[in-house]
């Protein structure tokens, strides 16, 4: 760990930032929930309705940082830690610099979860942090199966996979602030939940 370091802090405040944009403040919405779930189709159609709205956001995918930032790290539980630690602190300043950012992970342990919302409320000033439960049962995403991993799975292909393998549990969120019921809810009527959790709590506006 590096030693010689001092944090600078900035002189713009965070409600100077959001004073800017007017009609948002920063917040993470961090949607979690199995492979094929629909995570990503609804994080992608919520960032789109967000920025076509005038609104600055940012999408992060699960997949697509294992491009690059997270590159290094493989699916055992300490790479899967690791993961989301890192994507904590990325939302974290997305979030203080007064953006909407979208994040779609599995991100299947509890505690790792818990981590980056300490991250965001710890913060000074606190920054909102909003769990949404991409809620489709194993059956739904099996049947989904867009990238064909389950079949592997059902194979013998991947040996260790979120929500089927004893060794990679998935924690489904006791109290997220908001449930999306995946098998019964379409992408539209999921972003329009979100929307208007996101106005209801003032963090966009009407």
Not at 114 to 135: M, Q, Y
């Amino acid at each position: 760990m590096a030693t010689n370091i001092t944090f600078h802090p900035g002189n713009v405040t965070h409600a100077e930032r959001c004073s800017f944009l007017r009609a948002q403040t920063g917040a993470t919405l961090w949607l979690t929930g199995l492979s094929a779930s629909g995570k990503s189709t609804i994080a992608t159609a919520l960032e789109q309705y967000l920025l076509h709205r005038g609104l600055h956001a940012y999408r992060l995918d699960g997949d697509n940082i294992r491009f690059g930032l997270n590159k290094d790290l493989g699916f055992s539980q300490k790479d899967r830690e690791e993961n989301i630690r890192r994507i904590g602190e990325v939302s974290l300043l997305f979030a203080d610099s007064a953006s909407l950012c979208v994040t779609s992970f599995i991100s299947p342990y509890a505690a790792d979860r818990e981590l980056a919302r300490k991250l965001h409320t710890s913060h000074k000033p606190a920054l909102p942090f909003i769990e949404i439960f991409v809620d489709a049962s194993l059956a739904e995403c099996e049947r989904r199966d867009p990238k064909g991993l389950y079949a592997k799975v059902r194979k013998g292909e991947i040996k260790s996979f979120t929500g089927i393998s004893e060794d990679a549990p998935y924690e489904r969120p006791q109290k997220p602030e908001i449930h999306i019921d995946a098998d019964k809810t379409s992408v539209e009527d999921a972003v329009k939940v979100i929307a208007h959790y996101l106005i209801e709590k003032g963090i966009i506006k009407a």
